[in-house]
C-alpha cells in the first residue's frame, strides 16, 4: 500500500471508524475477545475517565487510498508516570491493523511526532493510562482463547513491530491453572502457621462492604503500596478508585474476592477473581445491543464458563513473602469447586517479579500468552 493517510479521531465518522476496526481485523479469529464499543469511547470523555485528569491522548485513524479504515492508534503521555519515573515517555495503545508495513510505519510515525512535539525522547507501548488497563503485545499462544482484562492480536503484528526497530522493554507471562479438587496440604500448613504467627485472617467483603463501608478505599490504597515499584505503575487517584468501583463492583461476585487482615483489622492482602467473559464478550461482538447483554449477564449469574480470572493479588510490601498468598489460595479453591470452576487464568506478570510468579508454583501452573512492552527513542 503506498498511500496512507493517519488523521486524529476527532470527528464522529473517524471515532466510529477507530472503534468498528477490530470487527475487521478480527472477523474470522475465535480466540479475539473485544472490549465493548461503550468502554472504548468512554476512553477519551475526561468525564468518565479519570485518568485523563493527569494524560494526554490522542486517538488516530489510518485510511487507504479507496478511504477505508484499515488501522487505528492512540497516543497518551500520563504526566504522573513520566514524572514518577523520571522519563519523558509517549505511549501508544490500542494498536490495529491490516498486515502492511505501510500502514503500521504510518501510525506508528503519528504517535512519535505527536509526542515530539511535547518534548517526549521516547516511545513505549502497547500501554494504556493506567496500569490496569491492556498492556503488552501478545508474542505467542495465538491458539488460546483471549481474556476480557489483557490484549489479543494477530501473529503478525511482532513483526511488524521488529521490522521498524523496536525493541523489548519488559514481558509479561499469564498462567493457566487447573483447580485442585482440594486445598494442596501446602497450603493448609502453611495457612495455619501464618495465621497463629501473625494473628493473619481472612476477611470476606459485601458489595456494601466495598462500595459503602470504606473496603473499597481499603483495597485501592493496598493496590497503590503494593504495586508502586512495578514498571510504568502510577498511583491511582481518589476519582479513579471511584470509577473503578462504580464500574465493576456492582456486576462482580464477591465470593470470588478474598481478603486477608492483621490483627487491628488492616487490610494486608487482596485477591480478586472475577467469572471469566471470554465467550460472552466473543459472542457479543463489543456490543451491548441487541444480545450482547444476555450473554454477558448469562455467564455472570447463570451459567458460568467454568474459568476465572485471577485479576489482581496484592500483599502489603511488610508481609511480602511470609506465607499470605496461601491463606488467598486456601479460602478460594473450596469456592471454586463449589461454583464448578476447573480453570483459572492469571493477568499478566512481569517475568522479573519473581516473589509474585513464585506463588504459583504449588499449583503446577503452565506459562501461557506472553506479552512485550516495545520501546525506540524518538529521533
Not at 468518565?48 to 487507504?64: H, T
Amino acid at each position: 500500500m503506498n498511500k496512507v493517510k493517519v488523521v486524529k479521531a476527532d470527528t464522529k465518522k473517524t471515532m466510529n471508524d477507530f472503534v468498528a476496526l477490530p470487527r475487521y481485523i478480527y472477523k474470522d479469529c475465535s480466540q479475539y475477545v473485544p472490549d465493548l464499543d461503550m468502554d472504548v469511547r468512554a476512553t477519551f470523555d475526561p468525564k468518565k475517565n479519570a485518568g485523563l485528569e493527569f494524560s494526554d491522548i490522542q486517538p488516530f485513524v489510518a485510511y487507504d487510498e479507496g478511504g477505508k479504515c484499515v488501522g487505528r492508534i492512540t497516543a497518551i503521555i500520563n504526566h504522573r508516570a513520566n514524572e514518577k519515573w523520571n522519563v519523558r515517555v509517549a505511549r501508544f495503545g490500542m494498536i490495529e491493523f491490516i498486515d502492511d508495513a505501510d500502514v503500521s510505519r504510518a501510525l506508528l510515525s503519528a504517535v512519535e511526532e505527536w509526542g515530539k512535539a511535547r518534548g517526549m525522547s521516547r516511545i513505549q507501548g502497547p500501554m494504556g493510562i493506567s496500569d490496569f488497563d491492556k498492556e503488552g503485545m501478545l508474542v505467542d499462544d495465538f491458539d488460546l482463547m483471549g481474556s476480557m482484562v489483557s490484549i489479543y492480536n494477530p501473529p503478525y503484528y511482532p513483526c511488524h513491530m521488529e521490522q521498524m526497530g523496536f525493541e523489548k522493554e519488559v514481558d509479561w507471562v499469564s498462567f493457566h491453572i487447573d483447580v485442585p479438587k482440594t486445598v494442596p496440604e501446602k497450603f493448609a500448613r502453611v495457612t495455619s502457621l501464618v495465621q497463629k504467627r501473625f494473628g493473619l485472617t481472612i476477611k470476606k467483603m459485601t458489595k456494601n462492604d466495598i462500595l459503602t463501608g470504606g473496603y473499597g478505599k481499603k483495597i485501592f490504597e493496598l493496590l497503590n503500596m503494593a504495586y508502586a515499584p512495578l514498571f510504568g505503575f502510577s498511583e491511582l487517584s481518589d476519582r479513579q478508585i471511584e470509577d473503578f468501583l462504580k464500574q465493576y463492583i456492582p456486576i462482580v461476585d464477591t465470593r470470588l474476592f478474598t481478603g486477608v487482615e492483621d490483627c487491628c483489622g488492616r487490610l494486608v492482602g487482596i485477591a480478586i477473581t472475577t467469572y471469566s467473559l471470554s465467550h460472552a464478550l466473543h459472542k457479543s461482538r463489543g456490543k451491548l445491543l441487541p444480545i450482547g447483554w444476555y450473554h454477558l449477564l448469562r455467564s455472570l449469574k447463570w451459567k458460568h464458563e467454568g474459568k476465572v480470572d485471577l485479576m489482581l493479588i496484592a500483599v502489603h510490601p511488610n508481609y511480602q513473602g511470609m506465607g499470605v498468598n496461601a491463606l488467598f489460595f486456601a479460602d478460594l479453591i473450596p469456592i471454586y469447586n463449589e461454583l464448578g470452576i476447573t480453570l483459572a487464568e492469571t493477568g499478566p506478570q512481569l517475568e522479573d517479579n519473581l516473589k509474585e510468579l513464585s506463588q504459583w508454583k504449588t499449583l503446577n501452573p503452565r506459562v501461557v500468552k506472553r506479552r512485550r512492552c516495545y520501546q525506540k527513542e524518538i529521533n
